[in-house]
Every structure is written in C-alpha cells, then in structure tokens.
Nanobody, 117 residues
Framework: QVTLKESGGDSVQAGGSLRLSCVASGSTKCEYDMSWYRQIPGRERQFVSV???????YLHTSVRDRFNMSQDIAKNTVYLEMNSLKPEDTGMYLC???????????WGQGTQVTVSE
C-alpha cells in the first residue's frame, strides 16, 4: 500500500512562487510514473506534469515556461516548483503514482493553491 502526502500549498498574489512537495510512503512492486494534477470544483482533473519511470519530465503547455518538476529518490519525494503564478493556476494540486502496467494508481488528498490578482 502506498500513501501520498502533498504539502506546500498556500494563498499567494499573482507573480508569486510556491514549491509543492509530495512524499510517498509504502512500497510499490511496479514501475511507476509520478504526476501532478490540478482539481477545480466542477471540472475534471487537469494534468500538470509527470516524471516518467525513465526520468523524463513532461509539463502541460500552459505551465511549461513557469513550472518545473523534480524528484529526490532518496526521500521518496517529488516537487513542483511554481513560478510566475497566475489566478488560473488556482486549484487543489494532487499527486499521483501510476503503475505503468496499469495495475494500480494512488492519489494523495491534495494541497490547495490560491492565486489572487
């Protein structure tokens, strides 16, 4: 069983920065990707970024020039560095571990990011 715990969300003004963390506990037998998603009430979860099991990183085009994703394998932690924040970045940010054999997904409970004008 895997547990994911996000932190680092806050209320900031537009143009500000935040760093989100997602710490994983427990073991996984599968190879997996780690992703960040954004949840806005009444809307589907939106993909933000992923670190593949190969180490390759992809970010959504809307954040590619402002966000960065990284990981510290020794700490079982992934990070989302968010810069030049915009009001449209507001939402609950959730961490996901996805087994690449599609055997299982795990989600954290999220951390709230609110960006005001």
């Amino acid at each position: 069983q895997v547990t994911l715990k996000e932190s680092g969300g806050d209320s900031v003004q537009a143009g500000g920065s935040l760093r989100l963390s997602c710490v994983a506990s427990g073991s996984t037998k599968c190879e997996y990707d780690m992703s960040w998603y954004r949840q806005i009430p009444g809307r589907e979860r939106q993909f933000v970024s992923v670190i593949r099991s190969t180490g390759l990183i992809y970010l959504h085009t809307s954040v590619r020039d402002r966000f960065n994703m990284s990981q510290d394998i020794a700490k079982n932690t992934v990070y989302l560095e968010m810069n030049s924040l915009k009001p449209e970045d507001t939402g609950m940010y959730l961490c996901k571990r996805h087994c690449i054999d599609y055997s299982h997904d795990w989600w954290g409970q999220g951390t709230q990011v609110t960006v005001s004008e």
